[in-house]
């Protein structure tokens, strides 16, 4: 599913056959989402106290008690890590791709809670990232999970 491309004999001298444009796409995409949401978490998992302090103030007006909002906003940039660095380096690819579209869900589910419409838009775009990644995650290449899966068929 994720392999690298495959040589292709060509004369006496072996070359790596050129991505597909689908699967340069995959990999320009895949490359934007990780890192974005890597550097999410990356510039709150300093002070996820501080974070979490003003998650909860911005969800004081909402029906979420603060029991609910606290324990989500600490975990929230360790995920956003998590997940961010997954996708970049295509490791549990598909699993991080559901991880990433499960946590943006409850983001979405959450501004929507403050009427935050415009950030809602934008989530609206993440979704419909980790879809077209996840729809096409065969064309994924240059990951982590094809190295494994190669050296697993040696």
């Known amino acids: 599913m994720q392999t690298p ?8 001298t072996a070359r790596v056959a050129p991505l597909e444009d689908r699967q340069l796409a995959h990999g320009v995409l895949r490359l934007v989402v ?3 949401i890597l550097v999410h978490g990356l510039v709150r998992v300093g002070a996820p106290g501080a ?3 003003g998650i909860v103030q911005g969800f004081a007006s909402t029906p979420l008690p ?3 909002v606290r324990p989500f906003a600490l975990v ?4 956003e ?29 959450g501004e929507s809670l403050r009427q935050q419409w415009n ?3 934008l989530q609206l775009i993440y979704a419909l990232a ?3 990644l996840l729809a096409r995650a065969s064309d994924a290449r240059f990951t982590v999970d094809g190295l494994l899966a190669g050296r697993r068929a040696r």
């Open 5 to 12: 491309s495959k040589p292709v004999e060509e004369g006496s």
């Open 34 to 36: 990780g890192l974005n």
């Open 51 to 53: 974070f979490a302090d």
């Open 66 to 68: 603060e029991w609910s």
């Open 76 to 79: 929230l940039p360790f995920a």
């Open 81 to 109: 890590l998590a997940v961010g660095l997954l996708i970049l380096l295509g490791l549990k690819l598909r699993l991080a791709l559901v991880a990433g579209g499960v946590l943006i869900a409850m983001l979405t589910f």
């Open 119 to 121: 950030t809602v838009g």
């Open 130 to 132: 980790y879809s077209a």
